[in-house]
């Protein structure tokens, strides 16, 4: 289950005009692709949560830039794309007693996947009782082929 863990980029950001363009530009101009992105806000500053393809390198590279940057480690979970598909998600997590902290949904080749950070002991254990089915970080961060 180890590798249905996903890395998540959380970066703390002053919540200025242009800082979120500041550092999509860094992450693209050093060839890091975003996969899935949330954003939230408060009065001061925003807190973005990234998917990405590289996220030690992109780590590395925010911080070497100043910003105040971590990793975090979520799920992605395949999720049905109809009326109610979330709360079938959501059932499955609770009935395992697992907590949601928070969610966001990235699209993924024609799929749904939700990001989720969870917490619950023992966390391998619980996700792989849950019935879901999870995407792995290579998965969700390959590139596709178009035919």
Do not use: W
């Not at 992605?76 to 997590?93: A, M, N």
Request: net charge negative; hydrophobic share 45%; with cysteine.
């Amino acid at each position: 289950m180890e590798s249905a863990m996903i890395d998540q980029l959380t970066v703390c950001l002053p919540n200025e005009p242009g800082r979120l363009a500041q550092m999509s530009r860094a992450m693209g101009a050093d060839n890091i692709q975003i996969h899935a992105l949330m954003v939230a806000d408060t009065t001061d500053f925003g807190i973005i949560r990234i998917v990405c393809d590289r996220p030690q390198d992109a780590l590395s590279l925010l911080r070497g830039l100043g910003y105040d940057a971590t990793l975090t480690q979520v799920v992605g979970i395949e999720v049905s794309d109809v009326p109610g598909g979330l709360g079938v998600l959501l059932d499955h997590l609770a009935s395992a007693d697992l907590n949601v902290e928070y969610a966001y949904t990235c699209p993924m080749g024609g799929r749904t996947v939700d990001i989720v950070k969870v917490t619950g002991e023992p966390l391998a254990i619980k996700l792989r009782e849950s019935g879901l089915t999870m995407v792995s970080a290579e998965e969700l961060c390959t590139p596709r082929q178009v035919v």
